[in-house]
């Protein structure tokens, strides 16, 4: 499986950042989707509502899927890496 790695900062509300990739099958083009993906993860680290949109969060490239990553989309449609801050 093919997906696409989406390179992602927020910065928290105690002003930390958070840097991690949200990936999903590479036929998922629209910003929009994944940064509600992105959104969902955030609600999950306790920081709705901070800003996800292009600005934060791009297209950086493309992979094939690990088995982990498949298991996580078949579960929740994308995966998180988590690299700082989360």
């Given at each position: ?13 105690n ?63 994308y ?8």
């Open positions: 499986m093919k997906v696409a790695v989406w390179d992602t900062y927020v910065v928290k509300r002003g930390e950042t958070m840097h991690f990739d949200i990936i999903v099958p590479d036929d998922i083009k629209d910003e929009a989707v994944v940064h509600n993906m992105g959104k969902d993860y955030l609600s999950t680290k306790d920081q709705q509502g901070q800003p996800l949109t292009a600005r934060e969060c791009r297209l950086c490239h493309q992979e094939v899927a690990s088995p982990e990553m498949v298991s996580g989309i078949a579960q929740k449609g995966y998180i890496i988590e690299m700082e801050g989360c």
